[in-house]
């Protein structure tokens, strides 16, 4: 097959069935779906990233409607880059309030919208929301998607069904990675598959961008899991284990040339921390206590890098921080 555009939408789920790992959502949307007169609820999907929360609602509106019947009857907006209280009393309302044909053959006399990445609204626009749910809820159907449902407030939150993503266990995703490579003519060795998919973190959406990117940049065409690492930004062993040897040695000064090497290297502050953090989680020598406390301060310096802190610093705050645990 064609290289051509992104992996991830060339094998995105046509129908709920097709959906991976996540049977309870499924099981109920396929209850609404055979039910002897079809009333689907406003929903709220929520669960980490890649899981198949967009995919899900994607399909259930094709299965609704049909492929040409998506057109007029669904709306998928980006709630993180369309956020602000114009856009909802605007675009959105603009679109509920409009009513489209009863005609059964058409499918439900109700419209989709769906608000990815909900949990980026402003409490303004989530307010602004709930009143159009309540207004124009006959005609028009809303499917909120957030990786946090605690940002999303609670009047609009109760006006939903939640169903929950879990992270897509690992043997789902090797079975999907083996199907795309098949499909792609892509040879591969099992060891890197199962790499790809723990390296993934049960983020399939993920572990399908890493292994086009395998395919555009391997020089021999194949799945290895060298490859996986130089593309997935892993931490080499060598290198972590020097860093682990200067922090339980407790030398400022080697410690610090360390984590100069690994900013040289151009390896991520929130990569070293994962995987710092796993081998705190697994290190016997260390009392539940101590890695309670470390994981605190990882925790918080994972935030002060989300909100754009300087990893350099950071790194070299954690790991001096925690030398005397």
């Known amino acids: 097959m064609s290289d051509d555009g992104p992996w991830t939408e060339r094998y995105r789920p046509r129908s709920l069935a097709q959906v991976s790992a996540q049977e309870d959502a499924v099981a109920v949307l396929s209850r609404t779906l055979s039910g002897q007169s079809l009333n689907l609820p406003h929903m709220l999907f929520y669960g980490p990233p890649g899981t198949g929360k967009t ?46 044909s009863a005609n059964p053959a058409a499918g439900p006399p109700f419209k989709i919208i769906v ?3 909900a949990d ?6 989530q307010s602004a929301l709930r009143r159009i749910m309540e207004n124009y809820s006959k005609i028009t159907r809303f499917c909120l998607i ?29 079975d999907r990675l083996e ?13 890197a598959l199962e790499f790809l998919a723990s390296t993934s973190g049960g983020d399939l959406r993920r572990a399908i961008t890493l292994l086009q990117s395998i395919r555009r ?59 710092f953090s796993d081998r705190l989680a697994a290190d016997p020598h260390l009392a539940d206590r101590q890695k309670s406390r470390v994981a605190l301060m990882l925790g918080q ?11 350099h610093l ?5 790991l001096i921080s925690t030398m005397v645990y």
């Not at 407030?153 to 879990?166: E, G, M, N, Q, T």
């Not at 199907?179 to 099992?190: N, V």
């Not at 020097?242 to 991520?268: C, F, I, Y």
């Not at 950071?314 to 954690?318: A, C, E, F, R, S």
Request: glycine letters at 6%; charged letters at 25%; proline letters at 4%.
């Open 146 to 174: 957030c990786n946090y449902v605690s940002r999303i407030i609670d009047p609009l939150a109760s006006r939903c069904a939640k169903i929950r993503f879990k992270p897509i266990p690992m043997p789902s995703v090797i």
């Open 314 to 318: 950071q790194m070299l705050k954690v």
């Open 301 to 311: 310096t994972d935030r002060a890098l989300v909100d754009g802190a300087d990893e």
């Open 217 to 275: 940049t391997s020089l021999n065409a194949r799945v290895t899991k060298q490859a996986v690492a130089e593309i997935s930004g892993i931490i080499p062993d060598d290198v972590m284990d020097g860093v682990t040897r200067a922090w339980t040695s407790k030398d400022v000064e080697a410690l610090e040339a360390q984590v100069r090497s690994l900013v040289r290297m151009g390896h991520s502050a929130v990569q070293f921390i994962q995987q």
């Open 179 to 191: 199907f795309i490579c098949t499909s792609e003519g892509l040879a591969f060795d099992p060891d």
């Open 55 to 100: 995919s899900m609602i994607l399909a259930l509106a094709r299965e609704l409607y049909g492929p040409a019947g998506l057109k007029g009857r669904l709306l998928e907006l980006n709630a993180s880059d369309e956020r602000g209280i114009d856009v909802i009393r605007e675009k959105v309302k603009t679109f509920a309030k409009v009513a489209v």
């Open 120 to 125: 980026s609204m402003t409490a303004d626009a």
């Open 115 to 117: 608000l990815d990445e």
